[in-house]
T-cell receptor, first 112, second 117 residues
């Protein structure tokens, strides 16, 4: 099993460009999450999903959109990137509420 | 509101020393989960342990041990006989356990451990 995978691993964008980060998991988990990690801030929840076709806002959702069309995939979109979105993005999945979250390897995004 | 405090931001030890990483949490829930994650220099987040609020038994896994005390709202992590490979940032985290609905995994700000040879 690959666990949780993320593509791409690195990306550089110019302000105003758009992009989509892809997260895939092969553990048949119901719950999926997107976090961002910034120095001194720990990890903060952007959006999450409790099942296929559902999404919900987390702690810092502004500027991001998500979709969960298939159970195994969770997409994070940036419609108009801003330098404040420079961060490392982690996707995670878990089998239930309160379950252990398994994280992907992260995507390092730089917005110039 | 939930909160996780890791008061130590950085610790440096010499190999073979024991080191304890402190974690204090706040929650109004009676049912919750506590976690520790390790983030080595390579950047990935590695799950170490999950503990539910009803299980106060201490746990030992090799050189790692965890001390959960509800009376002091603490979930401390001890590495015995530290090794260079233990050098990483360690995160403590707290999750609500709301059935069928939303829940957050709230992270502490992390503690950077450096183990010197």
């Amino acid at each position: 099993n690959a666990g949780v995978t993320q593509t791409p691993k690195f990306r550089v964008l110019k302000t105003g460009q758009s992009m989509t980060l892809l997260c895939a998991q092969d553990m048949n988990h119901e719950y999926m999450y997107w976090y961002r990690q910034d120095p001194g801030m720990g990890l903060r929840l952007i959006h999450y999903s409790v099942g296929e076709g559902t999404t919900a806002k987390g702690e810092v959702p502004d500027g991001y959109n998500v979709s969960r069309l298939k159970k195994q995939n969770f997409l994070l979109g940036l419609e108009s990137a801003a330098p404040s979105q420079t961060s490392v993005y982690f996707c995670a999945s878990s089998y239930r509420a309160g379950g252990s979250r398994f994280f992907g390897p992260g995507t390092r995004l730089t917005v110039l | 509101a939930q909160k996780v405090t890791q008061a130590q931001t950085e610790i440096s030890v010499v190999e073979k020393e024991d080191v304890t990483l402190d974690c204090v949490y706040e929650t109004r829930d009676t049912t919750y989960y506590l976690f520790w994650y390790k983030q080595p220099p390579s950047g990935e987040l590695v799950f170490l342990i999950r503990r539910n609020s009803f299980d106060e038994q201490n746990e030992i896994s090799g050189r790692y041990s965890w001390n959960f005390q509800k009376s002091t709202s603490s979930f401390n992590f001890t590495i015995t006989a530290s090794q260079v490979v233990d050098s990483a940032v360690y995160f403590c985290a707290l999750s609500e356990a709301r059935r069928g609905g939303s829940e957050k995994l709230v992270f502490g700000k992390g503690m950077k451990l450096t183990v010197n040879p």
